[in-house]
């Protein structure tokens, strides 16, 4: 028989002081609530109750051991209302992993917010330009720009379109000039986000037809950040994400180029273990991202 089942039988039967009785609310036969305790004594070697026909009572060590399994149950049922409000409530460490320009531009306010709401979850963010294995990273929702490849076991859920904007410092434009359409980047000095899909073309959108142009690449750097930066400091002109290049704009550290042109829009995927998906501290985040995201995205 269950230890733990006999021990709960033993326990009501001791409260209810009777088998009968017991037996009614657990559903069994008397007859069964006398064979888990005595399957009890028998494990013990020691005699639990004393029963007659009319009564029955504890013996000495009974009544000890009638208070140390009620303490085991009881301590049992926390556990299990503990793991219960675990499927309830968000909480625990969540891992995520991002771009860093979107990490820091985007989902550090987002974050906040969440955190916010949800106080008993900890967050541990991994912002990197370069691939990251969720498996081998232990890494519960990552954020994907463009579209995801080999998912497996993963859910990818598109969060929102995430357009770039090309830039330069007031700087260079004053010493190298202004271009006046994409076409002329080839006689500029550009600065390009070093990546193995990356190319010496940028893409743009022109009265809804995509076209390509090639550009003078005088430096690739792998960090969004550091391209910017470059940018600041009149190294050339950059094709970086709005969010990154916003307040840049729009304080006139930056010049935007070829305003009434369209870039073509990157969604932004956010995945997750199919088996997983279903834990509050990552249905709770997603939902999060996915009420929020969106406008987050569109800084200007």
């Known amino acids: 028989m269950n230890k733990l089942e006999s021990m709960a039988v033993f326990v009501r039967a001791v409260e209810k002081g009777s088998f009968t009785a017991v037996a009614e609310e657990m559903r069994i036969s008397s007859t069964m609530v006398g064979l888990h305790i005595k399957g009890l004594e028998n494990y013990l070697g020691v005699r639990l109750l004393n029963r007659t026909t009319r009564r029955q009572s504890l013996t000495d060590f009974g009544h000890d051991y009638y208070h140390r399994c009620q303490q085991i149950l009881t301590d049992i049922d926390e556990a299990e209302s503990r793991a219960s409000s675990l499927h309830q409530y968000p909480r625990g460490l969540l891992r995520v992993a991002s771009p860093v320009s979107l990490g820091v531009h985007v989902l550090s306010a987002l974050n906040a917010q969440f955190l916010h709401a949800w106080p008993d979850v900890t967050l541990d963010m991994r912002l990197s330009d370069s691939t990251v294995d969720m498996v081998e990273d232990g890494i519960d929702v990552m ?17 929102a379109s995430y357009r770039s904007l ?45 076209f390509s142009v090639p550009v ?38 930056l010049t935007r180029l070829f305003s009434h042109m369209a870039t073509p829009a990157r969604a932004v995927h956010i995945l997750t273990f199919a088996d997983r998906q279903q834990l509050p501290k990552i249905l709770y985040y997603v939902d999060h991202l996915r009420q929020h995201l969106s406008r987050s995205l569109v800084s200007t």
């Open 143 to 159: 954020l994907k720009i463009g579209e995801p490849e080999h998912v497996n076991s993963l859910i990818a859920r598109p969060l």
């Open 166 to 210: 090309v830039c330069a410092s007031p700087a260079y434009l004053a010493a190298y000039g202004v271009p006046e359409n994409p076409a002329q980047l080839i006689q500029h000095r550009c600065l390009g986000f070093a990546h193995p899909l990356a190319s010496g073309s940028w893409q743009f959108i022109e009265a809804g037809k995509p």
């Open 216 to 253: 003078n690449l005088v430096m690739s750097l792998n960090n969004g950040e550091a391209l910017r930066h470059a940018a600041l400091n009149g190294a050339g002109i950059i094709m970086q994400p709005e969010v990154l290049l916003a307040e840049d704009v729009k304080s006139g550290r």
